[in-house]
């Protein structure tokens, strides 16, 4: 406790060190829940999946084989399944009334999120095989979840950043209210590791008990002004 509170009172910055810290162990944990998910439920799901649809053939834009072919496929995501449908007994899928998934028709791939729709047709010439999907498959889906990971770290640093000055801010009137002494860099570095790891804590925990976000950011202001109080005497 003595060093923590040395680090707020003389350290140096504004503690992004401690922010960015947190944002790497974030990113480590999400990571490893992401890898074991992919093992255990997403690559077999989509190997299943590969399975059943290949072998494909497309001439000029249709599929040529399978014909007059309909196949459903569940993907299993977290706590639902995303529908993977071929069916080769139209040209066109109605698309009013489709759930979000994916959707294969002769001629083209649909891909359905919410009440955004995608069509892809298809061009060319080419047969796909169980050997095409395989080679790299596992590569290229812990890649893209790398890219994934590597977009929300960011985001999980700049709403950490924001949310640590905006604190900062409030360890300074609460300072004040209670006749402490607490400059905007201390209240930063109090507010950098007072927040990070609050919100690091209940983002693991969130997997357990539920909290509203408004509970966890009055608890958190509490928690820097009980501090304010008691080490700023």
């Not at 009172?9 to 490893?32: D, E, H, N, P, S």
């Not at 891909?111 to 095989?129: A, H, N, Q």
């Not at 977009?151 to 006749?179: D, G, Q, R, S």
């Not at 905007?184 to 357990?208: M, P, Q």
Request: hydrophobic letters at 55%; one cysteine or more.
């Amino acid at each position: 406790m003595n060093k923590f509170f040395n680090y707020v009172r003389c350290g140096q910055g504004y503690g992004i060190k401690f922010i960015a810290l947190f944002t790497l162990i974030w990113a480590v944990a999400v990571y490893a829940l992401i890898a074991f998910y992919i093992k255990s439920t997403a690559l077999p799901d989509i190997r299943k999946a590969a399975d059943e649809l290949l072998p494909i053939r497309i001439e000029d834009g249709r599929i040529t084989s399978p014909l007059n072919t309909i196949k459903y496929m569940p993907i299993r995501f977290v706590k639902s399944e995303i529908p993977l449908v071929l069916d080769t007994t139209v040209d066109e899928i109605n698309t009013s009334d489709l759930q979000s998934g994916i959707y294969i028709s002769r001629t083209a791939v649909y891909t359905v999120t919410g009440k955004d729709i995608r069509i892809s047709p298809f061009e060319g010439s080419v047969e796909l095989t169980a050997n095409d999907y395989k080679q790299g498959l596992e590569k290229n889906i812990f890649l893209g979840a790398l890219a994934v990971l590597f977009c929300l770290a960011l985001i999980f640093f700049a709403f950490t950043l924001v949310f640590t000055a905006i604190y900062a801010l409030f360890a300074v009137m609460m300072a004040k209210i209670v006749a402490r002494d607490l400059d905007y860099k201390s209240a930063s570095r109090l507010s950098s590791v007072v927040f990070g790891g609050s919100l690091l804590i209940c983002n693991f925990a969130g997997f357990f008990i539920f909290l509203p976000s408004w509970v966890i950011l009055c608890a958190i202001a509490a928690l820097q002004f009980i501090i304010i109080k008691k080490m700023f005497a």
